[in-house]
């Protein structure tokens, strides 16, 4: 299994970023799959979990502001991060799995900076 996280970098307060995640190895439409963070300093965070069913549940320090999908033909889940708040500065890894732990296997994860 091999997951390969996109899209971070540096954006203000307020703004939007897209992250992705290329799956392979693993059927994301076929398998629950999730995001999660690791802010500086600290653990890592659940954000949020696209079940293969098509449920969708999400933090809610997140909810309302970041919506978590997938394209099946490509195989690849994404996060879509609006209203961007300085407490989401996070590095953030896509994982196989729900909301609980170990949140593994997961990728390399990609460094998102929310900052004016």
């Known amino acids: 299994v091999q997951l390969v996280e996109s899209g971070g970098g540096l954006v203000q307060p307020g703004g939007s970023l897209r992250l992705s995640c290329a799956a392979s190895?693993?059927?994301?439409?076929?398998?629950?799959m999730s995001w999660v963070r690791q802010a500086p300093g600290k653990g890592l965070e659940w954000v949020s979990t696209?079940?293969?069913?098509?449920?969708?549940y999400a933090a809610d320090s997140v909810k309302g502001r970041f919506t978590i999908s997938r394209d099946n033909a490509k195989n690849t889940l994404y996060l879509q991060m609006n209203a961007l708040l300085s407490d989401d500065t996070a590095v953030y890894f896509c994982?196989?799995?729900?909301?609980?732990?170990?949140?593994?296997?997961r990728g390399q994860g990609t460094l998102v900076i929310v900052s004016s």
């Open positions: 190895g693993i059927n994301v439409s076929l398998s629950d």
């Open positions: 994982a196989r799995g729900g909301s609980r732990p170990p949140f593994r296997p």
């Open positions: 696209l079940y293969f069913g098509g449920y969708i």
